[in-house]
């Protein structure tokens, strides 16, 4: 049965978004099959360039207008967190899904006020975090849940890029507004992880910072507005200890979202540089055969053989967000929620909030959990 998708924004998530919605049908024979309805953007231009590109039938450059549609039927949100909110509360009262991209909303009230919004309406809705959706990362959480590394005592996670390591780049868009710098833009995959994979976070202590705090433009020296990283400790509701670092001027890592979980039986390491493979520690046999192995992401894998049949031939960037198309169809066609929903997106923005006061008041800030996101 055909589904007519609307997405408002076509640019690097948009096309993604797209192109997955092309795709889902054929990698994972869904019952619900995508037609690309109609395409926003910000002119009418951009609008018809991303129709013709990516193959919509038709474009617009008011997301009302896609959003009351008759032919759209579910929507995905692909454009500035500060319209967010407007989309998905218009989407939720004519009772149509939404896929909406990280982080829900420019705020905590925003995306509180999403959460209402999709409880109220009933259908399905769920939060753009990818990277959680590799085969990789969901066998680390399948193999913590049964009780493989035993109960976890540590996890490390980062986020790490370096699209502004130079000091010589100029201003942009980027270095200009909270919702754009790093507590807002790479965070929140990491925060998202670490819940998805330790559990709800209870306690933390942050510091935030500005590495370079001016960027030359092409007539003058600008301030810099927002952060370039920033690391916290804290606690899991479990009683694990953390820590998290985000940066985007970490020099040489191109990809860094990386964990290290221990446990009282065992270890894992990921690092989404190598995506398709897992090492694993487990606390057995003698101590001269022990150490980490690495194991090749293959068929036997959450998500994977549906891609390629041959292990260790990997998938890629693309097929995370095929692979997050097919949830939101599945969601919508069973009328059961599959994780992260906006609760679970909402549950990200209590930490990022948390880190921004931690650091402005030099203090631990506790965080109101909920269970359900692990």
Request: hydrophobic residues 40%; contains cysteine.
């Amino acid at each position: 049965m055909e589904i007519g998708i609307g997405i408002v924004g076509g640019g690097y998530m948009g096309k993604a978004h797209a192109v997955a919605m092309h795709a889902v049908a054929a990698v994972f024979n869904t019952k619900l099959r995508p037609r690309l309805e109609m395409v926003c953007a910000t002119t009418i231009k951009s609008a018809n360039q991303y129709r013709d590109a990516f193959g919509f039938a038709r474009a617009t450059d008011d997301w009302r207008e896609l959003v009351l549609d008759d032919k759209v039927e579910a929507i995905v949100i692909a454009s500035p967190q500060v319209t967010h909110r407007e989309i998905a509360e218009l989407a939720f009262k004519h009772k149509k899904p939404v896929l909406c991209e990280k982080p829900m909303g420019a705020s905590l009230d925003d995306s509180a006020a999403m959460v209402a919004a999709a409880k109220n309406a009933g259908v399905a809705n769920m939060v753009g975090f990818n990277y959680v959706r590799t085969p990789a990362t969901q066998f680390a959480r399948q193999l913590i849940r049964d009780g493989k590394i035993g109960d976890i005592t540590w996890f490390r996670g980062e986020h790490t890029e370096d699209f502004l390591a130079d000091p010589d780049l100029p201003a942009s868009w980027r270095t200009s507004g909270t919702a754009n710098g790093t507590m807002g833009d790479l965070a929140p995959h990491m925060i998202n992880a670490a819940l998805a994979l330790a559990g709800p976070i209870t306690e933390l202590i942050a510091e935030v910072e500005t590495v370079y705090d001016a960027r030359r433009s092409e007539t003058e020296i600008q301030k810099v507005t927002n952060d370039d990283h920033a690391q916290l400790m804290c606690r899991f509701a479990s009683g694990a200890m953390g820590h998290l670092y985000f940066s985007r001027t970490a020099t040489g890592r191109k990809m860094g979202f990386a964990y290290e979980i221990t446990g009282s039986k065992g270890a894992i390491r990921f690092d989404q540089e190598d995506q398709n493979a897992l090492w694993l520690y487990e606390m057995k046999g003698v101590e001269a055969e022990r150490g980490f192995k690495k194991i090749l992401i293959g068929p036997h894998h959450p998500d994977y053989l549906a891609f390629c049949q041959g292990p260790g031939h990997g998938t890629g960037y693309q097929d995370q967000i095929i692979i997050e198309a097919k949830d939101f169809l599945t969601a919508i066609e069973t009328g059961e929620p599959i994780w992260p929903t906006f609760s679970d997106g909402h549950e990200v923005n209590k930490i990022v909030e948390a880190v921004f006061a931690s650091a402005e008041q030099k203090s631990w800030q506790q965080v109101s959990t909920n269970a359900e996101c692990f």
